[in-house]
């Protein structure tokens, strides 16, 4: 079926601390979950609907999409939804399907249902039936039951051939605002079709709604390894896993050469696929010369919590005959876990020798491994 899309994201969103359309859900903007299923869907173009001023938003959060505008909306959804269909360019008899940004987690399979409606009706919605015992309440106290019988829970988005949404606002009359467009072509004597909804189509409207979104994502456990060496040196101490460490050598590399965080950096990067310590710090740059290697550790995790990753624990070995790891081993997984607000039993570190053999075995240089586990917003479709 060929459609086309109107998403309503010019709301303050207040309820829900304010601007959620713009917020992260798994890793990415809650705006760009609807844009990305519309499209997905084979949707030829989509129109969102947003505030004064935030066209600019939009195009930094859906960076790499296409078939996309944007356009200001006014104070009240009908006024942003006509906004909408006036800049459509689709024909007449096309349907438009017409969602809510604060909606995100929209799947090919309601949008597919949607379609199928229209052959017999003049709109459809997505609804739930209502399963919970309804109650009417004054000053606190209960005042009635309601029955929940015939009751549904509208859900968007709503679809209608262009032209059919369009004539229905051109004949809304009624002072009162619609809730929404569904009710506008039915008093207009169309007739809407409610389709199965998905609990998971759920409206973002307050802060703890978006910690229940997030526990309906599908997800995935990722897991990275990392492996790094460096050789000895003149000094008098070695930086281990953020500690300090006294020695009578030192790590030579071009930053703190600290062998434990490098190793686990990469563990980190590779699990999220984000390439390897030097893609991000190249040791050919002059900045980087010195470095405390916390820095890349946090870099690392900055990147997994962006994906809307979070890691769930972590173990580096430690390679070498000297210096004995164990007594400064605590405050390594102490250092650790505090770079990754992680709980210490997240963290693991050891260390073995080679049993003399190989270049750790003679002295020359020092390596480290390390494994890291992170869960992931799966990237399949809903």
């Known amino acids: 079926m060929r459609f086309s899309g109107i998403i309503v994201a010019a709301g303050s969103g207040s309820r829900a601390g304010g601007d959620k359309q713009w917020r992260a859900l798994g890793g990415k903007p809650v705006l760009r979950w609807s844009v990305e299923a519309l499209l997905n869907a084979g949707a030829d173009e989509v129109v969102i609907v947003v505030a004064p001023g935030e066209n600019a938003r939009a195009v930094d959060v859906l960076a790499g999409l296409s078939n996309w505008r944007s356009v200001t909306g006014g104070a009240a959804r009908a006024d942003s939804v006509r ?68 009751l549904w829970r509208a859900q968007t988005p709503q679809a209608f051939r262009r032209q059919t949404i369009e004539a229905a606002y051109a004949a809304w009359t009624g002072a009162d605002a619609p809730t929404d467009e569904a009710v506008v072509v039915e008093r207009n004597g169309g007739r809407v079709a409610l389709i199965e909804g998905d609990q998971r189509l759920m409206k973002l409207t ?20 990392g492996y790094d060496v460096h050789r000895w040196g003149a000094g008098g101490s070695v930086w281990l ?20 965080l490098h190793a686990l950096t990469d563990a980190l990067l590779g699990a999220i696929a984000e390439g390897d310590i030097g893609d991000h710090f190249p040791p050919s740059d002059p900045k980087w010369k010195g470095a405390a290697s916390d820095r890349f550790l946090q870099h690392a995790a900055e990147l997994v919590t962006a994906r809307g990753g979070r890691i769930i624990n972590v173990d580096v070995t430690l390679i070498c005959e000297q210096p004995k790891v164990k007594p400064h081993r605590q405050a390594m997984r102490e250092r650790i876990a505090a770079i990754l607000a992680l709980p210490l ?38």
Do not use: W
């Open 83 to 150: 906004a909408g269909l006036t800049a459509l360019t689709c024909p007449a008899d096309q349907p438009v399907l017409i969602h809510d940004a604060a909606r995100p987690l929209l799947s090919q399979a309601v949008i597919e249902r949607l379609a199928a409606a229209l052959d017999e009706a003049d709109g459809a919605l997505p609804a739930l039936p209502v399963a919970d015992s309804l109650r009417r309440g004054e000053n606190g106290r209960m005042a009635g039951v309601v029955e929940r019988e015939g």
């Open 241 to 260: 896993c953020g500690v300090e460490v006294p020695h009578d050598q030192t790590l030579i590399g071009h930053s703190d050469a600290d062998v434990g």
């Open 206 to 225: 307050y802060p703890e709604d978006f910690a229940m979104a997030e526990a309906l994502l599908p997800r995935q456990t990722r897991i990275g390894s």
């Open 345 to 382: 039993d997240a963290v693991s570190v050891k260390a073995t020798t080679t049993e003399g053999l190989g270049f750790t075995g003679r002295g020359e240089g020092m390596a480290a491994q390390a494994v890291a586990t992170v869960d992931m917003p799966a990237p399949q479709a809903l």
